[in-house]
């Protein structure tokens, strides 16, 4: 008897550390910041690699409508290709726990977007068609710097 009283407080702890666990992972280290925004709070490195994510994020954008501009379809694909899934490596791992999900999904969205340009461009060699999904692409692009800023946590 006393045997199942302990492990049903077992139960009951662990079940309190995998919902906190759950709850992190879904809010992430965000802070409200006084310029409407959300702070996610990140130390010095995440930041960085983040913020260089992002300048090659905004590389292949300007990339793709240079290529599409010229109908090179190959450089076109190079450059999605750039900011895609296959590049999500390069992100620190600790982030995860740190981003709040809303930001992970549009993160991931954003990278499945740049796939699908290279998909289509490889398919279809048509600047229009890249040019508008370039277009909606951009609108995660929007919704997230609208949202979210980073803001470095000194350690
Ligand atoms: C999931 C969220 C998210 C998405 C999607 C996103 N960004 Fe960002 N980006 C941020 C945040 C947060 C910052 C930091 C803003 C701040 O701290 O004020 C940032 C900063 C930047 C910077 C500044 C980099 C630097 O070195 O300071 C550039 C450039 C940028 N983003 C480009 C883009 C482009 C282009 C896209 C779309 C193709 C994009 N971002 C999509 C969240 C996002």
């Known amino acids: 008897?006393?045997?199942?009283?302990?492990?049903?407080?077992l139960v009951v702890v662990l079940s309190i550390i995998v919902a906190l666990f759950a709850y992190k992972f879904t809010v992430g280290e965000v802070q409200p910041s006084d310029d409407g925004r959300q702070a996610v709070m990140l130390s010095k490195d995440e930041r960085n690699a983040l913020l260089l994510e992002m300048r090659t994020w905004l590389e292949s954008?300007?990339?793709?409508?240079?290529?599409?501009?010229?109908?090179?379809?190959?450089?076109?694909?190079?450059?999605?290709?750039?900011?895609?899934?296959?590049?999500?490596a390069q992100t620190p791992g600790s982030l995860f726990r740190k981003l709040p999900v809303e930001m992970k999904k549009l993160g991931f969205d954003?990278?499945?977007?740049?796939?699908?340009?290279?998909a289509d461009a490889e398919a279809n060699k048509d600047s229009d068609r890249i040019v508008s999904q370039l277009s909606v692409a951009?609108?995660?692009?929007?919704a997230c710097h609208a949202m979210y800023r980073f803001v470095e946590t000194p350690q």
């Open 138 to 142: 951009m609108n995660n692009c929007i």
């Open 61 to 88: 954008s300007q990339g793709i409508l240079e290529a599409a501009s010229q109908k090179d379809f190959a450089a076109v694909v190079a450059s999605a290709k750039a900011s895609g899934m296959g590049a999500e």
């Open 110 to 118: 954003t990278r499945k977007k740049f796939d699908d340009i290279a």
């Open 1 to 9: 008897m006393k045997n199942c009283k302990l492990s049903w407080s």
